[in-house]
């Protein structure tokens, strides 16, 4: 079993920070890709950011230059950074994952539970 587990959404005033972090743990063999989606209310899921098991990072056009998504191989975690943070940046941030259980096979996609992000104005 694999478990995503997000933490640091909260309550913000616009241009304030947040750093979300999500920890991957169970049966784990290898984490390729990681990313950072986010659905606001009455909106489809969309990505913020994503980051390869090398290091290698994209950004959504709407975040450029304010977050930056990192990763810890060895602890099998994922954070981002969000900066100048505004009201339309309020959504629930899910992390996704994905992960191979073992030598030779296939990787799955696991996703977090989800954390909520309000940015007041």
């Known amino acids: 079993q694999v478990q995503l587990v997000e933490s640091g959404g909260g309550l913000v005033q616009a241009g304030e920070s947040l750093r979300l972090s999500c920890a991957a743990s169970?049966?784990?063999?290898?984490?390729?890709?990681m990313a950072w989606y986010r659905q606001a209310a009455e909106k489809q899921r969309e990505l913020v950011a994503t980051?390869?098991?090398?290091?290698?990072?994209n950004y959504a056009d709407s975040v450029k230059g304010r977050f930056a998504i990192t990763s810890d191989n060895a602890k099998n975690t994922v954070s981002l950074q969000m900066n100048s943070l505004q009201p339309e940046d309020t959504a629930l941030y899910y992390c996704?994952?994905?992960?191979?259980?073992?030598?030779?096979?296939?990787?799955?996609?696991?996703w977090g539970q989800g954390t909520q992000v309000t940015v007041s104005r």
């Open positions: 996704r994952a994905d992960i191979s259980p073992a030598i030779h096979r296939a990787p799955k996609t696991y």
């Open positions: 169970g049966t784990i063999f290898n984490i390729n890709d």
């Open positions: 980051i390869t098991r090398g290091g290698s990072a």
